[in-house]
């Protein structure tokens, strides 16, 4: 399960409030459960607030940013990051629906992007593998142990 790490306050010290904090924790367990199996993949919800310029006005106001950690088949941690300004209708309090929806919208493409370029990636270490030990290359991306022998 993905741990959710939430700021409990704003970027200028002042508590963020009790619904506000609710909404996104709901909001990032909705997301991930209506993710499924690409849900799984995610393994923190990282949410800070800070100061930023709203679509509904022209002044600054404090709201989540929120990113998100996963971790590729090659190993590496990856992370993906947007803001309030992009949830629902830019509110800088969104609810737990607008939070949901926007990690079932952002993410899924995100993640899949990131893996077919892990799977490019993999198979052109197949194939360079094979060049190595001349082997003809094979489709596929499944990488076997070479045991190195001393004459």
């Known amino acids: 399960m993905a741990e959710i790490r939430v700021d409990f306050r704003y970027s200028d010290g002042d508590l963020v409030p009790k619904e506000i904090l609710g909404a996104i924790i709901s909001g990032c367990l909705q997301g991930l459960i209506r993710l499924g ?3 799984d993949m995610i393994e923190c919800f990282r949410i800070t607030f800070v100061l ?5 006005s022209k002044r600054a106001m ?4 929120f990113k998100v950690y996963f971790c590729d088949p090659v190993g590496k941690e990856c992370w993906h990051e947007f803001d309030y300004r992009f949830v629902g ?9 607008e939070i949901g929806d926007a990690i079932v ?3 899924p493409s995100f993640i899949t992007e990131h893996l077919k370029r892990c799977a490019e990636t993999l198979n052109e270490a197949r194939v360079k ?13 499944k990488l076997e ?3 190195i022998v001393e004459d």
Do not use: A, Q, W, Y
């Open 89 to 97: 209708s830019g509110n800088p309090n969104p609810s737990e629906v």
């Open 52 to 56: 930023l310029h709203s679509n509904l």
């Open 105 to 107: 919208s952002f993410l």
């Open 145 to 147: 142990r070479i045991k």
């Open 62 to 65: 404090l709201g989540p940013i």
């Open 37 to 39: 199996k690409l849900g």
């Open 129 to 141: 593998l094979d060049e190595l030990t001349g082997e003809k290359p094979r489709n596929g991306m």
